[in-house]
């Protein structure tokens, strides 16, 4: 079969025939109808998370899929249409076929296109995880999103108004219209100006830019609000010396959760896709990610 590997840490992806996985003890073959690109998997690439995420060589790359159970077993039937997030140290989503953990495969909604639904298996998850795990957002609280437009900042701003909350979202000039679109009740400009001139009063932050962006965001926060950080643990004690919290979103693979989100796609919860492309093409989609242009999700598969 074909699949996008690495041979060490720096390589340049490449497409490469390679024998079919094998599934293990509790695994099943899942036939990938989609895979999603997350900046993790430029991570994992270029070997920064490898004290967190040890990996070995050649390495399949991808954690987001979507597709069909191949063969019957552990309670999944063949035809069974799917969705997993996998473990980033087995990586194997960008490829033809892909062995699973049974435990974390949840039934793909009906309402969107199977491969479109992969997009949910990181970015959505996340977004979850921020704002009912950790945040706890309750209605009527100020949510600011930053970086309303990328793949978990889009589900970030439709998950925070479904929880009742009024959302304020930044994006660039080019992503505005889009944070309106999933929900925003105020967008703002990120390169218009320091942030604090333009949104005060906010309970909760969600941070998915890092950096600068995230630094400004403890100005805008109320006494005791809380910024949640997405890319990188945040500097906990700078938010502490303004009377503010910070907390870092460390996302594991969690059917539960996953499944809680892939539900919600058959309620409209929309996965915003860039752009789709075939495996052929997916190091060119690694390539665009790191841009850090992308509006939603990069998904491979038809």
């Given at each position: ?64 899929i ?14 069974d ?132 962006a ?51 796609l ?18 060119g989609?690694?390539?665009?990610l ?13």
């Open positions: 079969m074909k699949a996008l590997l690495i041979s060490d840490y720096g390589d340049p992806p490449r497409l490469a025939d390679v024998a079919e996985p094998v599934p293990g003890d509790g695994e099943v073959p899942v036939q990938v109808s989609g895979a999603a690109l997350n900046p993790l998997d430029l991570k994992m690439a270029a070997g920064h998370l490898r004290e967190f995420f040890p990996v070995r060589f050649p390495y399949t790359l991808g954690t987001d979507a597709g069909v159970v191949a063969r019957a077993g552990h309670g999944w039937a063949a035809g249409r799917v969705v997993a997030r996998l473990d980033p140290r087995a990586g194997g989503a960008l490829a033809e076929l892909a062995a699973v953990p049974a435990d974390q495969l949840v039934p793909a909604p009906a309402s969107v296109p199977l491969s479109t639904a992969a997009g949910a298996a990181t970015a959505a998850a996340t977004a979850w995880q921020a704002l009912t795990e950790v945040a706890a957002v309750r209605p009527g609280q100020r949510v600011l999103v930053q970086g309303a437009a990328g793949g978990v900042g889009s589900f970030a701003v439709q998950l925070a108004h479904r929880l009742g909350a009024h959302v304020i979202a930044t994006a660039s000039p080019a992503g505005l219209a889009i944070a309106e679109e999933l929900g925003a009740d105020e967008v703002i400009d990120y390169t218009a100006g320091p942030l604090a001139a333009r949104v005060r009063g906010v309970d909760v932050v969600i941070d998915t830019v890092g950096g600068r995230g630094e400004q965001a403890l100005d805008v926060l109320v006494p005791g609000g809380l910024l949640v950080a997405v890319p990188a643990p945040p500097d906990a004690e700078r938010a502490a010396s303004r009377g503010v919290r910070a907390a870092f979103v460390f996302h594991e693979s969690d059917a539960a959760r996953l499944g809680t989100v892939v539900t919600l058959d309620d409209g919860l929309r996965v915003l896709v860039d752009r789709r492309l075939p495996l052929a093409d997916a190091a989609g690694l390539t665009y790191a841009r850090g242009h992308a509006k939603g999700k990069i998904i491979v598969g038809t």
